[in-house]
């Protein structure tokens, strides 16, 4: 049974950085795309950026050219690297994964981590 354990979030002021770490334990050879998700209060869980097995990565407008995915040194590890912070970024950040989502939207991702706390203070 496939896990995803995130690791990483804390609280930064503005214009600071944070790293993310999505650890997969488990079978993790069929699910080919793993992806960052974002959720603040009140508000729906949005895509902020996945990578496939190629590492090929694609991006929200929203944090183009501030935050960026890779995969890890550690095997199955996918990072996100995220630089520029701002209030907005404040949110719990998930790792989710599955082997074909057609879109970065939460419904098309199937396994699930319990999040890590991301906030930024002005």
């Known amino acids: 049974q496939v896990q995803l354990v995130e690791s990483g979030g804390g609280s930064v002021q503005a214009g600071g950085s944070l790293t993310l770490s999505c650890a997969a334990s488990g079978d993790t050879y069929s699910f080919a795309f793993i992806a960052w998700f974002r959720q603040a209060p009140g508000k729906e869980r949005e895509g902020v950026a996945d990578i496939d097995s190629d590492g090929i990565a694609t991006y929200a407008d929203s944090v183009k050219g501030r935050f960026t995915i890779s995969r890890g040194g550690a095997k199955n590890t996918v990072l996100l690297h995220m630089n520029s912070l701002k209030p907005e970024d404040t949110a719990m950040y998930y790792c989710?994964?599955?082997?074909?989502?057609?879109?970065?939207?939460?419904?098309?991702?199937?396994?699930w981590g319990q999040g890590t706390q991301v906030t930024v203070s002005s």
């Open positions: 989710a994964a599955d082997q074909s989502p057609r879109t970065m939207d939460a419904h098309e991702y199937s396994l």
